[in-house]
């Protein structure tokens, strides 16, 4: 596609239920990553992936969180029993092969909002 | 470890004149610094990127940035403000060990008066 997609755009969800986020990044890169951006703070790093190789995770808050992504392309972070503080501004950014100082392409994000 | 510190959360300046975001980043090794740019219901843009050459780099809509390596400081300037340079910007940092680890501030809104 022409830039990084993330849906839904907004997701409006009740404490202790499953949301799944998907982002589909620019054809053809290769890294993908997930931030998160809270009210008044900056990108916190959650998950990375690069073409085949293992994901860094290493950013990811608790068990609850995780990710995939299927043939390369399309990403899914899912987050079970959702807790309050989990609501955020989910984005999802893509690069073309994961090398130093390359740009980040970035999905508009999806509002998450747990009640 | 890698970290970086936006100085202020809000700057006010008036239409036509200068600008100037501050960052101060926290590296071990070679640095890779970025500024982004966040306007409203839009996703980051890059605005411009330091990774080992020139220290003062040139950005897109007239911005720039230079790296001081004895300040540890990577400041945004545009010689003279736009209405449509109102929007938050983020510096970020990443380095030569960890180069797909970006570190990003916690932002600065800039709002331009008329």
């Known amino acids: 596609g022409a830039g990084v997609s993330q849906s839904p755009s907004n997701k409006v969800t009740e404490k202790g239920k499953d949301v799944e986020l998907r982002c589909d990044p620019i054809?053809?890169?290769?890294?993908l990553y997930w931030y998160r951006q809270s009210l008044g703070q900056g990108l916190e790093f959650l998950i990375y992936?690069?073409?085949?190789?293992?994901?860094?995770k290493s950013g990811l808050p608790s068990d609850r969180f995780s990710a995939e992504r299927t043939g390369g392309s399309v990403s899914t972070l899912t987050i079970q029993r959702t807790q309050q503080e989990d609501s955020a501004v989910y984005l999802c950014?893509?690069?073309?092969?994961?090398?130093?100082?390359?740009?980040?392409?970035f999905g508009s994000g999806t509002q998450l909002s747990v009640l | 470890a890698q970290s970086v510190t936006q100085l202020d959360s809000h700057v006010s300046v008036s239409e036509g004149t200068p600008v100037l975001l501050r960052c101060n980043y926290s590296s071990s090794y070679s640095p890779s610094l970025f500024w982004y740019v966040q306007h409203p219901n839009k996703g980051l843009q890059l605005l411009l990127k330091y990774t080992s050459a020139a220290t003062l780099v040139k950005g897109i809509n007239g911005f720039e940035a230079e790296f001081k390596k004895s300040e540890t400081s990577f400041h945004l300037t545009k010689p003279s403000a736009h209405m449509s340079d109102a929007a938050e910007y983020f510096c970020v940092v990443s380095d030569q060990r960890n180069f797909n680890k970006f570190y990003f501030g916690s932002g600065t809104k800039l709002n331009v008066k008329p």
């Open positions: 950014a893509s690069s073309s092969s994961g090398t130093r100082g390359e740009k980040l392409f």
């Open positions: 992936f690069q073409g085949n190789s293992a994901p860094d």
């Open positions: 054809s053809g890169h290769t890294a």
